[in-house]
């Protein structure tokens, strides 16, 4: 089994900064990839970015290339989120999750074994 806790959310305003954290603890060795998703209200999970544990192979949505940045810590078994220039439409819970196998469609929530619990964003106007 894998925990997995964000933190870092919260408000601030459109154009600012939020960096997030997911911490994994439990059987991390059996970690292929750390992915990134988000959920508005009234909409589907979405994939934001990912990050292979073993060779930091990265991917990002093409909604925020270019803001935000995913990287990892593997000493401390967590990945980060840097969000810039944050937009009101980047508003949603954002959720940490991992998946123990390789596979190509990183970006499909149901490949993901485990996820964390959520943390909110929101980016005022």
């Known amino acids: 089994q894998v925990q997995l806790v964000e933190s870092g959310g919260g408000l601030v305003q459109a154009g600012g900064s939020l960096r997030l954290s997911c911490a994994a603890s439990g059987r991390t060795s059996s970690s292929w990839l750390m992915g990134w998703f988000r959920q508005a209200p009234g909409k589907e999970r979405e994939f934001v970015a990912a990050?292979?544990?073993?060779?930091?192979?990265?991917y990002y949505a093409d909604s925020v290339k270019g803001r935000f940045t995913i990287s990892r810590d593997n000493a401390k078994n967590t990945v980060y989120l840097q969000m810039n220039s944050l937009k009101p439409e980047d508003t949603a819970v954002y959720y940490c999750?991992?998946?123990?196998?390789?596979?190509?469609?990183?970006?499909?929530?149901?490949?993901?074994?485990?996820w964390g619990q959520g943390t909110q964003v929101t980016v005022s106007s």
């Open positions: 990050i292979v544990w073993s060779g930091g192979t990265i």
């Open positions: 999750a991992l998946r123990t196998a390789r596979t190509a469609v990183v970006h499909v929530a149901q490949v993901y074994d485990y």
